[in-house]
């Protein structure tokens, strides 16, 4: 079955990578979740979209130059038009330890955005987070930076491993001949025109934004492994009505 993922948890319906969006995920039901992670002045595992918190909080500057101490005094939900509330910017581990006390048990998807910032030692401070203790979900690890992938591999061998991308053969290429990659996230507009040699993809395949109705069923109906999508709760209504 096409495993709905919520992207930076209930995207389009919450502010986005924060508790209060994980959550949401979690009450309707999303088989999946993913967020997105960078690293703090003060070496902590900070989950948030951009490499600086401008968009999404009340305060300006990059991650990378902020401590744990100075992101918590930021507003990172009142910006959010549709459903303004106060949230703080989640560490990785509040938010690991929020999924585990809704008993969330789908698939935790970690993006690692080594992208545009190099975080020196991010992907072994993550392994060794993940590595602490058992979860009561299953989990794993994505990137658009291949090389980032390539550590989390050289540390870590039992987890699922995507490579990301917005619209590349070369990568498709890669991802096929490199064994440690499990799977591919490509954009959904590519995805759409390269449906016929995706449906034999040897590989899981979970496209992302998809968040029109029609190309929710495009994934089902090629049954994809998964989709990443803003509203969840829509995604979930499309699977269910398809099944009938
Ligand atoms: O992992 C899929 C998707 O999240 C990649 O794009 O920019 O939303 O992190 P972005
Ligand atoms: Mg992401």
């Avoid at 994934?219 to 709760?233: N, S, W």
Wanted: with cysteine.
């Amino acid at each position: 079955m096409t495993k709905i993922i919520a992207h930076r948890g209930s995207k389009g319906t919450h502010p986005e990578n924060t508790l209060a969006a994980f959550k949401e995920a979690v009450r309707v039901g999303a088989d999946g979740i993913e967020l997105d992670v960078h690293l703090s002045k003060d070496n902590q595992l900070i989950v948030i979209h951009d490499e600086t918190v401008d968009r999404t909080t009340d305060g300006s500057g990059r991650v990378a130059d902020l401590t744990v101490a100075e992101l918590k005094q930021l507003d990172a939900g009142s910006w959010f038009k549709q459903f303004p509330i106060s949230q703080e910017v989640p560490t990785l581990n509040e938010v690991l330890q929020l999924l585990e006390q809704e008993k969330f048990c789908g698939l935790l998807n970690i993006e690692i955005k080594t992208d545009k910032i190099h975080y020196e030692g991010i992907e072994a401070l993550l392994v060794q987070l993940m590595q602490k203790q058992l979860w009561s979900f299953e989990y794993m690890y994505s990137s658009f930076h291949f090389s980032s992938l390539e550590k989390i591999w050289s540390i870590e061998k039992n987890q699922a491993i995507a490579l990301i991308f917005n619209s590349s053969d070369r990568k498709k290429l890669l991802a096929l001949e490199i064994p440690f990659i499990t799977g591919i996230h490509p954009n959904i507009d590519w995805t759409l025109t390269h449906l016929d040699e995706l449906a034999d993809f040897p590989k899981a395949v979970r496209p992302w934004t998809v968040n029109d109705k029609e190309k929710m069923k495009t994934c089902i109906k090629d049954q994809f492994a998964g989709f990443h999508t803003d509203f969840p709760e829509i995604a979930l209504q499309i699977r269910e009505e398809t099944r009938t």
